[in-house]
């Protein structure tokens, strides 16, 4: 028993990505709440993140970093397998840029 909880407080490996439900059980354990309230927070969390930049608003997090949409130009490409030339239309994705301290805990 105290083999898998101290597995499930390990930093996870390299090769393993951490999925929405990993973050959830983690900061359950670590507060002492229930996941099924940490889930709710963190579903609300997100759901205000996209609504702000769906509205072309930036969400700065101190220490984190921020969330912001950027704009890409219409350009021209090449229709793979073929020579034609193509139109790439204008675009608008979400990006996001690291704060400070979030860069120097990745580099450690």
Do not use: C, N, W
């Amino acid at each position: 028993m105290a083999r898998a909880k101290a597995q499930a407080q390990s930093k996870p490996s390299k090769s393993k990505a951490v999925s929405k439900a990993d973050l959830v059980m983690g900061v359950a354990a670590g507060k002492g709440a229930a996941k099924a309230d940490v889930k709710a927070v963190l579903d609300s969390m997100l759901g205000k993140i996209t609504g702000h930049l769906d509205k072309g608003a930036k969400v700065q997090l101190t220490g984190f970093g921020t969330f912001e949409v950027r704009a890409r130009k219409a350009r021209t490409g090449v229709r793979p397998g073929t020579t034609e030339k193509i139109t790439i239309p204008a675009s608008k994705y979400p990006a996001f840029k690291p704060g400070k301290s979030l860069k120097d805990k990745a580099k450690r």
